[in-house]
């Protein structure tokens, strides 16, 4: 019964790891091995109820017979028993409480007001910032097309690179793509 046991607590805890590893991974194991591996956890879970439920039968079983000893492992039980219960509960109930409260608080309508503010300030920000760039680029565009279009072109003695130097709006022809490359007179 104890190795029974034993390898049910270790196969036990190793799924569980799987499954903790699983959750934090999405990439770890795919959907359909997820949910078979959590029907054996569940199972795992169900098998140890029962071992527990045997245990107690069997105890109370002892105590009803008188077995030397059976009193003061039942009291051992139970005190064991209230000392794991009573932190667990409270632990559970303070952790139940804190995530509603925080998820409620995601809803609150001061919340969804702050965000909408945020939302609209960013918005209005982009505009700006797009009217801005729309206006300092205007001038400037207009005064490349310009100088690309009223340019005479010759023959350029610059390397192919040129587009890389300080001479790259001196060259139309590397702004324009084409393949030989002219300069404006100098």
Known sequence: MRYLLTSALVISLSLLVILIRSLSNSDFISSDTFQLLLKINLAFVVLLFIF??????????????EVTGSRLTLRLVISYSIMIIVPLMVLYFVSVNFLTKSIESWFNVRV?????????????????????????????SMAVHRLLTHLPLQPCSAPANVALHSSLFSCSAAVRGRSSFRCKPE
Do not use: C, H, M, W
């Not at 527990?52 to 017979?65: D, G, M, N, S, T």
């Not at 969804?112 to 910032?129: P, V, Y």
């Open 52 to 65: 527990i439920a045997l245990q107690v039968y069997r105890l109370f079983k002892e105590v009803k017979k």
């Open 112 to 140: 969804e007001s702050a965000l909408e503010s945020g939302l609209n300030i960013g918005q209005k920000t982009l505009d700006i910032l797009r009217k801005d760039v729309a206006q300092n680029l205007l001038p400037s």
